[in-house]
């Protein structure tokens, strides 16, 4: 049972200890220790399973993310599309340097990424096919000036890491080289279009084109659009 304490005006006030002034956390590791207390205690009282790695994990990556907003820098965030600009500068300055380093020869030539498809004037003039085309010029945008090693060949991955999907721009270039290469003995055993006829080799070409324009499309939205 709990006893009643009757109040009495006369007697003298009960001294209450201090109250510890409240002061900012300063260390880093004391500021962690405590996100992962506090997300361990909500997590208790929410009657959710505590997993101390997944906590530990996640409180370190919202204070990274909380640390980055407060410098106004964009780690762990969206970039902007500025930023993405500059990261492709920086990516193509990158890997000019290192093909100098390497004894690799950096040659400016145009940029013309296409080969002249020998297409039926039915397809060849079509609305899809321009859309097609319009479609990779985007994909290859942005691509490094032709890297070549000392034994003539060309370095793609350098030359396409500065584009808008690097992976697809190098697909469309090692299809279009295999495409020009297709009557060299030493490539008949690499090559899909080793020995094709021209026509035929193009229609390939434009069927691949086509299909990285459909696997684009989960980035860049869909480029053809019948009417």
Known sequence: MTQEVE???AAPPVEMPP???LRPITDPLELRDRTIRDYTRNMGAAGMPADAAGIERLA???????DAYKRDEPVGMAPSEASRIAAREAARAAAEAKAREDGIEIKREARDLGPQF????????????RLAKGRMARIV???GAPLRHPDGSFDFRAMTSTCEIPHLAYRYLCAWFNFDLRYIPETARHNPFFMMPKREASMKLA???????DTSSG???PWFVPK
């Open 7 to 9: 109040y009495d005006p």
């Open 219 to 221: 980035r860049l939205g």
């Open 19 to 21: 109250i510890a002034p």
């Open 141 to 143: 945008a942005g691509a």
């Open 60 to 66: 370190k990556a919202d204070l990274q993310l909380a």
């Open 118 to 129: 020998d297409l039926p004037p039915e397809y060849g003039n079509s609305e899809r096919w």
């Open 207 to 213: 069927r691949e084109v086509e299909d990285i324009c």
